[in-house]
């Protein structure tokens, strides 16, 4: 059974700082991984989405990097900004099309 | 109107009550999803239309009843529901095809916050 866990639960960061988020699943077997963002009150917005054969993605400030091999996946927030403040959210899809979701963690940037 | 919409956004029933969130989604896509989050757990799959069909329904208790009469709408019909049933409900689209599987982006509504008394 597939399990996500992201650590860690909730960062707060100054303002300008680099920041890395980190995801784990336990099953390799994975079609494709997601990094969201939930602002509250609102629904989650897709950030980056990798393929099982890519090892990366790049998208502005953000940098999402995938080791299937160790189950492992990163979001790399670079030179914050209090606009960043949100929870952010890994989910892996497995070959057998359930997507599972962490816990999420919740981003606090100081200004 | 354009994404993924959700109504109502905030929603209080009795137990007793029955009642349906709405979605639809302004993009075209041919995949629609329903999920749950609840307080302090992981977001949770219920279900998954491809094409108007369920191709998936993520061992979800029979109060919880879903309806895609197209593939632009999607509802939630919900009777004799729990306290426990309270959370957030989010509905998502994709586009999905047997040639890009694993690279559809989901795109999500607003939620509808529910809250069971």
């Known amino acids: 059974k597939q399990e996500v866990t992201q650590i860690p639960a909730a960062l707060s960061v100054p303002e300008g700082e680099n920041l890395v988020l980190n995801c784990s699943f336990t099953d390799s077997a994975i079609y494709n991984l997601q990094w969201f963002r939930q602002d509250p009150g609102k629904g989650l917005t897709s950030l980056l989405l990798i393929q099982s054969s890519q090892r990366e993605q790049t998208s502005g400030r953000l940098n999402a990097s995938l080791d299937k091999s160790s189950g492992r996946s990163t979001l790399y927030i670079a030179a914050s900004q209090p606009g960043d403040s949100a929870t952010y959210l890994c989910a892996v899809e497995g070959r057998d099309d359930k997507i599972i979701f962490g816990k999420g963690t919740r981003l606090h940037i100081l200004p | 109107e354009t994404g993924v919409t959700q109504t109502p956004r905030h929603l209080v029933m009795g137990m007793t009550n029955k009642k349906s969130l709405k979605c639809e989604q302004h993009l075209g896509h041919n995949a629609m999803y329903w999920y749950k989050q609840s307080a302090k757990k992981p977001l949770e799959l219920m279900f998954v239309y491809n094409f108007k069909e369920q191709t998936e329904n993520n061992s979800v208790p029979s109060r919880f009843s879903p309806e895609c009469p197209n593939s632009s709408h999607l509802f939630l019909h919900l009777h004799t529901l729990q306290p426990e049933d309270s959370a957030l409900y989010l509905c998502?689209?994709?586009?999905?095809?047997?040639?890009?599987?694993?690279?559809?982006?989901?795109?999500f509504g607003p939620g509808t916050r529910l809250l069971v008394l």
């Open positions: 998502a689209s994709s586009q999905r095809s047997s040639s890009s599987a694993g690279q559809e982006t989901q795109y």
